[in-house]
């Protein structure tokens, strides 16, 4: 007699996907949503389907199930969380599918986040997918590099979030562009130069009032601390050349904090903070985080105040350069890349 196929158990599918599933995950075996864990981390080896036809169409009628989005279910007859709306997006447009926009921005957990009813989702450029409902999908040929995972769902950065949901809401006035390019320079989500490069090479359709926020934002939010911290140290014979607002990256592919400034023969980071920062605990835990994340690899940071570097340039520089001359006396390695 034949052995009978196992029927993969959904719980722990729908457990990892937020009570959701594609109708090929129930009826072809469970392959996997987004990405090739889903399947992997519930245990499943594609042992045929979890339902028939007739079992997923029996809940569906009795409204056990609902169609959120074109072969995309909810296990549950309520409305959609922001979360679930978001995960049902990307499982709609499929494989390598990034969410960006407000969606995005309120995963980074951003304050400013506007309300969006629509989630946006990029797609490469290669394929075709109309939107549906409230999944806005956009073809491009820039998908982003430095996209992260948060709650299991691909999210572009910050600076990509940023830019893309200033494009992508025409209604949006120059106070709120403004107040998202704030608040992710002043927490460090992104750097004034991420969101530059964001402008320059994504799409030229809204990016009128990106680039007025922006050019606002860069005259009021640490740019000229920034600019002043530079001249300072140009003017020392005894410095090296110093990188600003550099990308790093640790020799295990770890992407680093973004410092102001980065001095590489001897790892030091510079860091301004202005009076602008967000003083809330949030703000503070994040800062202690950067520090501890540059500390793993051996890097020093020299933090100064805006108003330290206004009124004092003179031991400003020569802070930076006491620790530089030790350092390099003392001989500093490391295999922190800066790009």
Known sequence: MPRRRRRPDLDGLLELQYGLVRRDQVLGGMPSGIDDHSSQENGDDGAGPALTKGALRWRLEKGLWQIVLPAVYATHGGPLTREQRAFASLLYAGDSAQLTGPAALHLHHMRSAPSDELVHVLIPDSRRLSPARFAAVSRTHRLDPRMTTIGRMPVVSPARAVADAVRMAPEMG????????????????????QLRTELVEGPKRGSLLLRSALTEVAASLGAAPVTRLREICQGSAALPEIRWQPTLTGPDGERLPSPDGWIADTAIALEIIGQEMDPSPESWTQQLRRHNSFAEYGILVLTFTANEIRMDPAGVLGTIVRAYLERARTGVRHDVRAA
């Open 174 to 193: 120059l106070g709120q562009a403004r107040a998202l390019v704030a608040e992710a320079v002043q927490r460090r989500l992104a750097t004034l130069d």
